[in-house]
């Protein structure tokens, strides 16, 4: 397994035997927050019952797959039927999600959530119906919480209001989705305040090297 993979074992690792979310490797590890929680708590059943780390990674491969099929049939909302047909199959040939997925990685699950982030806010765009703004961010939010880079990606949440040419609702509608946004986060940025007394959604560096597993 790489690095990476470490890091997320170790972090569930910790919350089941150390009651602390930490990667720290350590007989009394001190909380953190390099790694945002969902992927780590998917884990954390596999490493409780004591399961083949294949099969988590099996997981990884059968979410990539999922998030091909949902290119195409949230694709299908946008485009013609056949420009869906073509981007899932070109998502499902792309080389290196196929070989991260089939790791202890988070991407897998970080597509089920961020392609259909996407895609309903450019239904947004499409529709200017507010269901699909509000869906889109509550998928975006949930993909912050499996990898931090979708914290900043809010910013695509502003871009498509701004797109939608609501011009008498865009206020509103921007502080709707912020109130959505940082209500799923909550508990993250709670947690984050309580136990660590910041505000920062994650950590951006961790100077603590990780054992073999």
Do not use: C, D, I, Q
């Given at each position: 397994y790489v690095a990476d993979?470490?890091?997320y074992l170790q972090t569930a690792k910790n919350m089941l035997e150390h009651g602390v979310y930490s990667m720290e490797i350590s007989d009394a590890p001190h909380p953190d927050n390099f790694r945002s929680p969902l992927y780590p708590a998917?884990?954390?059943p596999f490493l409780e019952f004591k399961t083949s780390l294949y099969i988590p990674a099996l997981f990884g491969a059968v979410f990539m797959s999922l998030a091909a099929v949902l290119v195409f049939w949230l694709g299908k909302k946008i485009f013609e039927r056949k420009t869906a047909a073509l981007g899932a199959f070109l998502f499902a040939?792309?080389?290196?999600g196929a070989i991260i997925s089939s790791q202890i990685m988070s991407e897998g699950l970080f597509m089920l959530f961020f392609i259909p982030a996407i895609f309903e806010l450019a239904y947004f765009?499409?529709?200017r119906n507010r269901r699909e703004l509000f869906i889109g961010t509550i998928f975006l939010a949930?993909?912050?919480l499996v990898r931090p880079v979708a914290f900043w990606l809010f910013l695509l949440v502003p871009a498509a209001i701004f797109l939608a040419d609501f011009k008498w609702e865009r206020a509103r509608?921007?502080?709707?989705s912020l109130l959505i946004f940082f209500?799923?986060?909550s508990p993250w940025l709670f947690y984050n305040a309580?136990?660590?007394g910041t505000w920062k959604f994650s950590s951006s560096s961790y100077e603590s090297s990780v054992e073999a597993y």
């Open positions: 993979s470490l890091t998917f884990l954390l040939l792309e080389p290196v765009v499409k529709s949930l993909s912050a509608n921007f502080g709707m209500g799923v986060l309580y136990a660590l």
